[in-house]
């Protein structure tokens, strides 16, 4: 059997198991292209989905049946809409089966349409789009009414991550709490800043920064 083959079973075979949802992955993020991965996961210099999820106590999924010590799980895949559509249409129908309750699909290009047709597939479970270049922007929104897709700008895996985790939020008061915890230490480090901007002045203010 092909390796394409292979992985569509095994996402089938985990579909029709019926794995307690604790033990599963919460949200699926699936990219075009490996090329896709900084963009979508992050770097040091432009944090992504990766840096959101551990921002938030998420672990990364590597075995469908043996998950992380972590209650929140994420996992991830390249499929690419064009290049293997009929595993886009197995890993979307089966989302839902096999305890996804969000996906994070991103692609570049100007046929960005993994986001789109994922959402199609994958509906109701709700899809957050990540164009992951400019040129991608109006395929990943632009469906029609009654397909719905929620987007990011180009390039914000990071802000998809936190939507995601968003959403499982209503359901899952633990993570309402870390999101507040998270945006509540983002504005201390912008109050920090702000203290040392104007403490310092200005040129005081960019000698330090060019040190650090
Ligand atoms: N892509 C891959 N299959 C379908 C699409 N739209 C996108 C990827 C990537 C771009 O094509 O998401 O952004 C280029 O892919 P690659 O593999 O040639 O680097």
Not at 17 to 29: F, I, L, S
Not at 77 to 89: D, I, K, N
Not at 116 to 135: D, F, L, R
């Amino acid at each position: 059997m092909s390796d394409l083959d292979t992985l569509i079973d095994d996402l089938e075979a985990q579909a029709a198991r019926e794995t307690d949802p604790a033990d599963t992955p919460d949200v699926g993020v699936i990219m075009g292209s490996d090329s896709d991965l900084d963009v979508m996961m992050g770097t040091e210099a432009d944090p992504g989905a990766h840096d959101a999820f551990t921002d938030v106590g998420f672990a990364e999924q590597t075995d469908y049946d043996d998950p992380p010590d972590a209650r929140f799980t994420f996992e991830t895949f390249v499929v690419s809409a064009h290049r293997t559509p009929a595993l886009m249409y197995a890993y979307a129908d089966t989302a839902a089966d096999r305890g996804l309750d969000v996906i994070v699909a991103g692609a570049g290009g100007k046929s960005a349409d993994l986001p789109n047709m994922t959402a199609s597939i994958a509906y109701p479970v709700p899809v957050v789009g990540v164009p992951v270049q400019e040129k991608s922007v109006d395929s990943v929104i632009g469906m029609p009414t009654g397909a719905p897709i929620v987007a990011v700008d180009a390039g914000k895996s990071y802000n998809a991550a936190l939507s995601a985790v968003q959403i499982l939020a209503r359901e899952h008061g633990e993570l309402r709490e870390r999101l507040e915890a998270l945006h509540a230490d983002q504005g201390d480090a912008v109050a920090a800043v702000s203290r040392s901007l104007h403490e310092l002045g200005t040129p005081g203010f960019r000698a330090r920064r060019d040190e650090d």
